[in-house]
């Protein structure tokens, strides 16, 4: 079985976040890019599907900042091919075209799974594998939470609302969007990765010349307005604790018994 996955890019949430000078996105040149988390869950499940059913993983990443990084620690953690769409990417690329450039990658290429995350946290315009399923004309399934060999194909297991888990049986060619591996993504130290880059080098290729809706248009993004602020109490134990006391009882959490 012959599975691709795409590895996307994403602002690292635990960064300080500044908006551009027009306000319409973040600030992203001393930002710090790390994999999308749910791209890393499919990635692992593409993994142990490979191990339990044979064939091959292939992860591809477009020029992203620092995209790189997560291709090689794909291949020290046991995929068999990183390929970088190459091109310039490092202001943000849409779910659209991101969709787009991989439909015209994969138009080349033979596979008979796409395994992505379901969503990123930057996307607020649908799911990428759900846009690529439509532009290969293939089956897709999204949410996934497991996915196994299953009489020449693959089933995929769902879980909706209150625990309830859906299987479906897939053949042929489809896009599964995937929420949670079955296995936590596996940890790779540096020293594999370090390895990775020496033996494997990464195929690149110019990515397609697309010409692809942005969905979305942001407009303008405004930072969150303090509402209120935070009063440091100062001075011993009871002065502390009087002060204490009196805010509760200007908020009328307490009451003066009469």
């Known amino acids: 079985m012959q599975i691709i ?15 551009n000078d027009d306000g319409t996105g973040v600030e992203r040149e001393y930002l710090k890019f790390v994999a999308n988390e749910w791209d890393e869950q499919a990635l692992e499940e ?5 191990e339990a059913a044979g064939g091959s993983v292939t992860v591809v990443g477009i020029d992203e900042t620092d995209v790189d990084g997560t291709l090689f620690s794909a291949l020290a953690k046991g995929a068999d091919r990183a390929v ?20 015209a990658w994969l138009g080349t290429q033979e596979f008979d799974l796409v395994m992505v ?18 532009l290969l ?6 949410v996934a ?31 599964v969007g995937v929420q949670a591996a079955t296995a936590a993504p596996r940890y790779v130290s540096i020293s594999r990765v370090r390895a990775a880059m020496q033996d494997s080098p990464l195929e690149t290729l110019p990515a397609a010349d697309v010409d692809a809706p942005t ?18 109490l100062e001075g011993d134990a009871d002065a502390v604790a ?6 509760v009882r200007e908020r009328g959490i307490v009451k003066e018994l009469s």
């Open 46 to 50: 593409a993994l142990l599907l490979k």
């Open 117 to 134: 995350g379901v969503q990123s946290p930057e996307d607020l315009d649908g799911q990428t594998g759900v846009i690529l399923a439509n």
């Open 242 to 247: 009087a002060r204490i006391l009196e805010i």
């Open 5 to 19: 996955v795409p590895m996307q890019q994403t602002v690292d949430l635990v960064e300080e976040l500044e908006l």
């Open 84 to 103: 970088k769409l190459t091109g310039d990417f490092e202001n943000g690329i849409s779910s659209h075209q991101r969709a787009a450039i991989l439909a």
């Open 137 to 142: 004309d293939t089956a897709h399934v999204s």
């Open 145 to 175: 939470i497991g996915v196994e060999p299953h009489e020449g194909g693959v089933k995929v297991r769902q879980e909706f609302g209150g625990g309830t888990v859906h299987e479906l049986a897939l053949s042929g060619r489809a896009v």
């Open 215 to 232: 969905g979305t248009t942001v407009r303008r993004l405004y930072a969150p307005e303090s509402s209120s602020h935070a009063e440091m």
